[in-house]
Structure formats: structure tokens, C-alpha cells
């Protein structure tokens, strides 16, 4: 959801098979989601192991947190979270853990790409690098998003920063 958002503050298209529009069919636009569409769950032809998860997903983030599931795009019900922490060392020695998942990521990053790709991406390692160019560039915001946060501070009472 949250990169759809940005897609559609930024009026850019999101790739297919992200949603469908408001009758079921496969959209591009990244409003449909907001005019009544529906996120669809990952996995292209394998759609019923995303369907799970999401699921699943949906109960720890939202059920079990008290803040309901994901019925209404614009509604309170899309800020539940869940959390949860592992003491690696309670299952495994927490060196043997490190050395392994080391060994894991040289597999990942060493295979070779699907066609059309540069490299394997582990989870989190794009978000990684955003944070690094972010560390030195600064975080973009689009107008809308801007103008949005100018109007709340203006409602709060709050000095807008300068940028």
C-alpha cells in the first residue's frame, strides 16, 4: 500500500498485477486502489501462497492488534503492525547463526540473476541503499505530500520548516 501511495502522489503507474480497479480488472493506476480497487496478493501464477500470507498478515497486524482488518482505504483500520523479536540465541549458537546467514546471502548474491535483472536482492537491501543516499541527499517529498503536511502544521499551529 505504502508504495502505491507514493506512486499515485507522484502520478506514476505501478506495475501489473499490484491491483485490480473497482470491477476486478487489472489496473496500472495506482487511485484505483483508493476509487475501490483491491490490492492483489503476490506470487504471479503461485497467487495462493501470497493470498496466505496476506492473510496471515492481516491477523497479526491487525487482529490480533485490535486495529481490524483492511476493509476501507481510507480508514483507521490501515495502521496496525506487528512486531516480533527473536532471541537468535535461545534456538542456535548465535555465531554458528551469523556464519551461516553470511554464508546464505554470498549464495543469494552469487547466483545468477533472472533475465532482464543485474543482481539478487535479499530483503531489506534495497531499503538499505535508500537509506544510505538519503543519509547524504536528504529524503525527497513530493508537492502533494508537502502541501499536505503545510496545511496540518498550518491547522496545528505549527512552524513549517524550512527546506
Given at each position: ?88 540465541d535461545r534456538f542456535r549458537l548465535l555465531q554458528e547463526f551469523r556464519e551461516e546467514m553470511s554464508d546464505f546471502v ?58
Amino acid at each position: 500500500r505504502g508504495k502505491i501511495n507514493v506512486a499515485a502522489a507522484r502520478g506514476e503507474s505501478i506495475p501489473t498485477g499490484w491491483l485490480v480497479d473497482k470491477e476486478g480488472k487489472d489496473t496500472t493506476d495506482p487511485r484505483a486502489l483508493a476509487n475501490g480497487g483491491a490490492l492483489l496478493p503476490f506470487g504471479a501464477d503461485q497467487a495462493h501462497k501470497g493470498y496466505g500470507l496476506a492473510f496471515v498478515v492481516e491477523v497479526l497486524s491487525g487482529l490480533l492488534t485490535g486495529i481490524g482488518f483492511d476493509h476501507d482505504p481510507g480508514g483507521f483500520s490501515n495502521d496496525g503492525a506487528f512486531v516480533a523479536g527473536f532471541a537468535v540465541d535461545r534456538f542456535r549458537l548465535l555465531q554458528e547463526f551469523r556464519e551461516e546467514m553470511s554464508d546464505f546471502v554470498t549464495y543469494l548474491k552469487d547466483s545468477p540473476p533472472a533475465e532482464g535483472y543485474n543482481e539478487i536482492l535479499y530483503p531489506g537491501e534495497i531499503e538499505h541503499r535508500t537509506e544510505q543516499q538519503r543519509l547524504v541527499d536528504g529524503i525527497p517529498i513530493e508537492v502533494e505530500t508537502w502541501s499536505s503536511l503545510a496545511g496540518l502544521c498550518e491547522r496545528l499551529g505549527v512552524t513549517m520548516p524550512r527546506v
